[in-house]
């Protein structure tokens, strides 16, 4: 007996046909019983769990590790942020007194270079009355 490609589908292998019992409907659970968890595998998910929260319990701790550094890092750089700004302002200070030293000079240079012309003009017309 040789079967064909068709004959197939309809046969089981002790020879019943599949069509004569197959159900006309799905019988479905009540809509809360599918939701329910199983009660295999709670062994695993109590070691997934526990694994997750250790990971965030250590990344909790390494982060609040960092905070403690961020924050003693902070404190070194205010500190050296005021010794800076003491010497930035002792450097302002001498540069002020620089800048009115420099000027106070100019001004006894001026002072200085007017009595020299003024000599030179009584010279200059003492010159010119001797010569005259």
């Not at 500190?79 to 000079?105: M, T, W």
Request: glycine fraction near 8%; charged fraction near 25%; charge should be negative.
């Amino acid at each position: 007996m040789q079967r064909t490609a068709e004959a197939l589908p309809e046969m089981r292998l002790d020879g019943e046909s599949v069509l004569h019992e197959a159900p006309h409907r799905i019988d479905r659970p009540p809509p809360g019983d599918h939701l329910a968890r199983p009660a295999y595998g709670d062994s695993s998910r109590d070691a997934i769990k526990a694994i997750v929260v250790g990971i965030s319990e250590q990344n909790g701790k390494a982060l609040a590790a960092l905070r403690a550094e961020l924050d003693e890092l902070e404190q070194l750089m205010l500190i050296s942020a005021a010794k800076v700004q003491h010497e930035i302002d002792g450097h302002a200070s001498i540069c002020r007194y620089v800048h009115e030293e420099v000027g106070r000079l100019h001004g006894v240079v001026g002072k200085m270079r007017q009595q020299q012309s003024e000599i030179v003009h009584v010279a200059d017309g003492e010159h010119a009355r001797a010569s005259a």
